[in-house]
């Protein structure tokens, strides 16, 4: 198949080890001196990116995405903390031999994408961070009740649950966007096991009860930041403190959206993210 034809549907998945790992991921699209590396919310993986916008942003660069150590089809274990899960990325991106990348953070992503600027800011050049919140963010202390209360519904209610609003746009688009991640029916990844369900979990609480220990300041990236209006998961004010600490940031809510904005508006995110990176 010719490059030009591989997309987020056909790109194959390939396999390189790290550190003992075996990390799972695809590659494709428009080639760039500076990929786009995609860092996946909890439980997500390789299939977990929204085709439109992959396809979108591909366009303009080469796309990265992949699964971090111990989720989907990676080997190894999934850390319970997100510096240890940078670090797992990092040693992930020097296997690549790539030098230097942009950094598109979903949610749990977004926490990795912080590290990633504060502690090794040679190795980034832009950061777009959707759905996430700085350290200490008082919403995650509830994070462990309210995937308990989705887990009690049915699996497409869950999705909309969590990503979406109650309002019956906001649901149709979210309908409309669990499609298309079921749209690829060959080589999909592996569900995430308990032991990655567990793990990222307790990062995730420990994020938001822990003394902040990244120094936002310090992030000197161009920052893209993306939120919907009513995420309840991240609560979606702390997107403005991640704004107000950050000193080359760029903030934009998204209307009647929650923690899956972008799932939401993907051809508003797509054109904003390729504004971004190319200016």
Known sequence: MKTSEINALT???????????????????KPSAIPLVGFQHFTGTLDNWDPIILDGLAAER???????????NSSGETPDNVLAMTNDAVNFIKALGITKIDVLGFS???FIAQYLGEQHPDLINKIIIVGAAPQGTKALHNFPQLIGRAQEKEPMEIFLYIFFTSSQESRNKGKAALQR???RTEDRTKAATDQAVMA?????THWGT?????SLKKIPHPVLIIQGSN???MDSDSSYTLFKELPNAVLTYYPDAAHGSFYQYPEMF??????????
């Open 231 to 233: 995420d309840e998961m």
């Open 108 to 110: 749990l992503g977004g």
């Open 11 to 29: 790109a194959p998945t390939h396999y390189i080890e790290s550190n003992g790992v075996s990390f799972a991921y695809r590659r494709f699209g």
């Open 181 to 183: 991640l079921y749209s």
């Open 210 to 214: 822990e003394k902040p220990s990244i």
């Open 200 to 204: 990222q979990m307790k990062a995730i």
């Open 270 to 279: 797509v054109n904003q993210t390729n504004y971004f990176l190319n200016n």
């Open 62 to 72: 080469e796309i990265i995405i992949f699964d971090n150590a111990g989720v989907g």
